[in-house]
Structures are given as structure tokens and as C-alpha cells.
């Protein structure tokens, strides 16, 4: 059987398994459970496409405009400020890297549900392709009076054992997304939280009640690198 585009796999499977269902309507069983396997597989590849921009854009487009902001915050700045501001980049810069990491994992957990279906419903497709096959060879001995009782049993075989292997993949794969479920589900937390981060203690902060001072911590301003410090003259020892 030729590849089939991932999101037409299932649908053509179906309809092959409809098609034998027709001939041998116990079929209809392993339809049934194969239904419920259907999935947005294009959707998938979306998500994983998006998990795996927005972990690129963590790990290397954002540090860069941080790197960029740490390197114009030689001039002129407040000794005391860009202190500040280089240990808020440091600890902005490792969160980047921890959000970049757990992006990565989600897309590589979506890609493995995608391939799973895929595989789910390649098994599936050739299982189709087989019993409408032996379906066919079945309705042809019907035809003839001496084979027709031997292809009502041969149907009959084919049918349950159609079945069984359908419901068999299913459940194997049904177990599979049942981990896979909660796995996600741990990530999916642990990204959540990312977003619902409030200090408390010391570091809470009552905006509605705050205010920013304009006075600067220090009279101290950084010498630029290129220009030395003024020289000064060391005062005599007192004695």
C-alpha cells in the first residue's frame, strides 16, 4: 500500500473497513472501536511547531536582546543601578533557559503522540487493506455452491480475528495516551506556574501603596572602560 498523507491515513482506513463492513457487517465492531481513536493530526504537527519556535526564540532570539540591553549599560549609568540591572539579567537569563528547556520537552512529547497515531494508524490501514482483500476472495466463493458454506466460515474467522486485533491495538495505544496524558498534563503544570509566581514576604511588593523615589543610591558613576580613573593624591598618614 502506498504512504497516505498522515491526515487522510485514518479516514482511508475507515473506508476500507466500511467498504468490508458492507460484506460482512461484524465488521462494524472494529469500525467502531477504530473510530474513536481519530485524531487532529495537522493540529498536532501545528502545536509542535509552535512549541519548538517559541523554545528557539527562548533560547536564542531573547538572550540576544538581553545580551544586547547588559552591553549598552557601560555608559553612564549609576554604579549602584547597573549592579542591580546585570544581577536581575543574570537570574531573567537562567529563567529564559529554564522556560527554553521545558518548551523543548512539550514539543518533543507532542511529536511523540503525533508519531504514535501515525503508527496506530498505519497498522490500522493495512489491516484494512488485507480484509477487504480476503472480503473479496470470501464473495467469490460464495458464488460457487460447493465453497459457499466454507467462505461463510472462513468470513466468520476473518471477522472476529479483524476485530480482536483492532480492539487489541486500541487498547495498547489507549494505554500509551494514558501516560502520555499525565506526562503532559506535569508539564503543562509546571509551565502554568510559571505564570502565577507571587512574592511574598520581604519581597512583596503593595503597589498601591508604593512609590518611586527619584534620588539616586549613589553620587558614584561608573568610569567608562576607555577613560581611567582620575589620579589622586594619597593623603599623609595621620599620626
Sequence with gaps: MAPIFPALQSKAALQALGEAARSAPA??????????????LPG???????????????????????????FLSRADWVADDREAFLNACTLFG????????????????VDQVRDAYNRY????????VTVVGYVVACGLMR?????????????NRLVALTNFVIAK???IFAVFLAVAGATLATSSQSLGQLFNL???????????RARISTRPPSTYVAPKR??????????????
Design 27 to 40: 465488521l462494524w465492531t472494529g469500525v467502531a472501536v477504530a473510530v474513536t481513536a481519530v485524531a487532529n
Design 44 to 70: 498536532m504537527g501545528d502545536a509542535k511547531a509552535n512549541w519548538g519556535a517559541l523554545a528557539k526564540a527562548l533560547e536564542v532570539e531573547y538572550p540576544g536582546m538581553l545580551g544586547n540591553a547588559v
Design 94 to 109: 537562567g529563567d529564559l533557559q529554564k522556560l527554553s528547556g521545558l518548551c523543548y520537552n512539550l514539543e518533543g512529547q
Design 121 to 128: 494508524w498505519m497498522d490500522i490501514a493495512a489491516i484494512a
Design 143 to 155: 458464488l460457487t455452491p460447493y465453497t459457499r458454506a466454507y467462505a461463510e466460515v472462513l468470513l
Design 169 to 171: 491495538n486500541t487498547k
Design 198 to 208: 507571587k512574592p511574598t514576604g520581604s519581597v512583596e511588593i503593595d503597589f498601591h
Design 226 to 239: 576607555e577613560i581611567p580613573e582620575p589620579y589622586q593624591k594619597p593623603k599623609p598618614p595621620t599620626s
